[in-house]
């Protein structure tokens, strides 16, 4: 069996095409992996923030510092919530 030229090149055309897509889908796999991991360091690291101030908050209260009144509570929680 003989091929024409013509369908040789878009054999070869096409064959190029389907590796070059699937190394496309390979780096854009890695890529949104490096994303996923980076947003899920990024969460960890605000929730421990905020975290480290409501420990802070709540080891004051439940031990009755006494410089920690009522208008120093209410700033800090409205320094969390917002």
């Given at each position: ?77 409205t320094?969390?919530r917002?």
């Amino acid at each position: 069996m003989h091929l024409a030229f013509a369908d040789s090149t878009a054999l070869f055309s096409t064959a190029i095409g389907l590796v070059l897509t699937a190394a496309g889908l390979f780096f854009n796999g890695l890529q949104l992996r490096m994303s996923r991991r980076l947003a899920r360091g990024e969460f960890v690291l605000q929730f421990d923030e905020v975290l480290a101030k409501y420990n802070d908050i709540d080891r004051r209260l439940k031990h009755g510092h006494k410089d920690y009144g009522v208008r120093q509570r209410l700033l800090h929680f409205t320094a969390i919530r917002y």
